[in-house]
């Protein structure tokens, strides 16, 4: 249990960081703060979703991640009805008259709950079934997954529809799950030819929806020339690099920044982490950084010791996902990617992202709480005891014909007794 209990110490801490900044970057000097409209201030709204992703987390963590799986059949397994669902829900999102279409994108759903109205992201909640979808099918098939046409092949057209649902609004998810389901499928045994195979009808199918947006060119074209368009396209990276910049070796301080009063698109969401670097400096920003390391490094711990497939694939999927996810947003922040909308797991502002990022944490949790310990080894005795012990134990030779001068020394006698011993 020690090592569940030390990722959930990390995911708190990283919920706690975001929480407190989100609340910090959504201060707003332009608007009157009016509690009868709680909901419709980022800050707040994070103050509900900490709590609740903190309980979704440890529900998640006390329920048994073998549920998940595919070993009693296709139909009785909850990926299955999850990767239905998420389907069906990518397909909706798409139909003016259901989905809302937010910054040129329509990706979301809006629920009116009371006087409320809360967004939901399905693109969020199909990353997450897939993954799970796919590593129980690479469980249930790990005799046969190198099969191209019977496994291989099949499990891509079933990953194919949600895909390219998601693509048609969200480029950079649609691509970003793909690299996932590459990599699990590494993992999981496929070979190495086939994973390639489906590389030409991608990049194609990537070039076209590329070249069909106006808004994703002008992306490229910014990282590639930020000094032409620094007031246009390449704005957003330009104030994101300020904003680090002059946070120096320890920020200006909590709450201090200045780039959330307007300079900052999207300070709370999917550039949180430069606000982090300008009120927390280097130093903070750093910490982040060694904090998402080190959740890392004790997911590849769970899947180093775990034995169970399913467990294995689960718990690799779920790391490379958080420390990818988290690697292209801080690259998009420091301008060493083009810019993507792509929020840091558990600190960016949003509902769908924290809830369904701390469930998946909850199932790793889970399946490092059902971890074997290493088996402790015992230390090896030192050379003097081992001789020692051995002298004393030793019985004595039957005698050997040799002269009386050829009497065996009594050291001589005690180095072959600790040689005996040692071997």
């Known amino acids: 249990r020690r090592l569940g209990d030390r ?24 608007r009157q703060l009016e509690l009868r409209e709680f909901y419709n201030y980022s800050g707040l709204r994070q103050l509900i979703f900490f709590p609740a992703a903190v309980a979704v987390m440890f529900a998640m963590a006390r329920m048994d991640y073998r549920r998940l799986g595919a070993r009693s059949g296709w139909l009785k397994s909850p990926a299955t009805y ?19 279409e937010v ?3 329509r990706r ?11 967004s939901f992201q399905p693109s969020e909640l199909a990353k997450w079934a897939i993954i799970i979808f796919l590593a129980a099918y690479c469980a249930r098939y790990r005799e046969s997954i190198h099969l191209y046409f019977k496994r291989f092949l099949v499990v891509c057209m079933l990953l194919a529809v949600p895909t390219g649902l998601i693509i048609v609004e969200d480029f950079g998810t649609a691509a970003f799950i793909c690299l996932l389901a590459f990599l699990i499928l590494f993992f999981a045994g496929a070979r190495f030819w086939h994973l390639l195979s489906p590389l030409p009808v991608g990049a194609l199918a990537f070039a076209a929806v590329l070249l069909q947006s106006p808004a994703r060119m002008d992306r490229i074209r910014a990282f590639l020339n930020p000094e032409q368009l620094a007031d246009s396209a390449a704005y957003q990276a330009n104030q994101s690099l300020i904003a680090l910049s002059s946070g120096g070796l320890f920020g200006r301080g909590l709450g201090r920044g200045i780039s959330k009063y307007g300079h900052l698109p999207e ?6 982490f ?61 301008v060493v990617l083009p810019t993507k909308g792509i929020p840091l797991p558990f600190i960016s502002a949003g509902g769908t992202s924290l809830m369904v990022s701390a469930a998946a944490a909850g199932i790793l949790i889970s399946i490092a709480y059902n971890c074997p310990s290493p088996q402790k080894r015992r230390p090896n005795k030192p050379y003097v005891t081992q001789a020692l012990n051995s002298y004393i134990d030793h019985k004595e030779p039957e005698p050997m014909a040799m002269s009386v001068e050829q009497d065996t020394p009594e050291d001589e006698y005690l180095v072959g007794a600790g040689t005996e011993a040692e071997g």
């Open 103 to 105: 910054n040129m994108a």
């Open 108 to 118: 979301w759903f809006r629920l009116p709950i009371g006087g409320a109205r809360i």
């Open 7 to 30: 990722i959930s110490t990390v995911v708190l801490l990283l919920m706690a960081i975001g929480t407190v900044f989100v609340f910090s970057s959504s201060v707003n000097v332009g």
């Open 82 to 100: 999850f990767m239905i669902i998420a389907t069906v829900l990518v397909g909706l999102v798409l139909f003016p008259q259901i989905g809302t």
């Open 267 to 272: 300070d709370s969401t999917d550039f949180i």
């Open 274 to 334: 430069a606000i982090i670097g300008e009120e927390m400096g280097f130093v903070g920003a750093a910490v982040v950084i060694l904090l998402f390391i080190v959740l890392m490094w004790l997911g590849m711990l769970v899947v180093i010791r775990w034995k169970d497939r399913f467990g294995q694939l689960l718990a690799a999927g779920i790391t490379l996902a958080i420390g990818i996810q988290a690697a292209v947003n801080i690259g998009v922040v420091t």
